[in-house]
């Protein structure tokens, strides 16, 4: 599908004017349409529909996705890897969970971020912040003071 918006982009870049106008109406008028079916299948159908990657961007472009951005953003995180902090004005922001070595987070920051930009194509960055230690448990027995011993 990348390749296909890839084609329609770089055709547009070379096109005259008329084209592009043509082009233009053509989304209109299909973005109507969609709107239309949308509305007709209605909430359930439509989040169904929006689990294909072709049918996702097309809602998409047309302003029609069923999920919001965040709920979108957090399905696209893997369980357990970061944590969604912040979506807005089109940053992401992810808190990554503590994992192994250095050359491991790279990649797991990698592939989050191209999940995320799949997930939800209009976000412009996004950014990530590693969390702190783990907090320190200590046990409460240990804080007892014991009277009488020595």
Do not use: N, W
């Not at 390749?3 to 070379?14: A, C, F, K, W």
């Not at 109507?32 to 079916?37: I, Q």
């Not at 097309?58 to 957090?74: K, M, N, Q």
């Not at 990554?96 to 995320?116: K, N, T």
């Amino acid at each position: 599908m990348k390749e296909l918006i890839g084609r329609v982009e770089t055709l547009l870049d070379d096109a005259d004017p008329a084209a592009v106008e043509l082009a233009r109406a053509l989304l209109d008028l299909y973005g109507e349409g969609l709107s239309r079916v949308v509305a007709a299948v209605g909430d359930t159908v439509a989040v169904e529909l929006a689990g294909d990657e072709l049918v996702a961007a097309l809602l998409l472009l047309h302003g029609l996705h069923p999920l919001d951005t965040r709920t979108r953003v957090e399905a696209a995180v893997p369980a357990g890897q970061a944590d969604v902090v912040t979506v807005e004005d089109g940053l992401v922001l992810l808190r990554l969970r503590p994992s192994g070595c250095r050359s491991s987070a790279a990649a797991a920051q990698a592939a989050l971020e191209s999940a995320v930009r799949d997930a939800a194509p209009e976000i412009e960055r996004v950014e990530f912040e590693e969390a702190g230690p783990p907090p320190v448990m200590i046990p409460v027995e240990s804080l007892t003071v014991r009277v009488g011993r020595t």
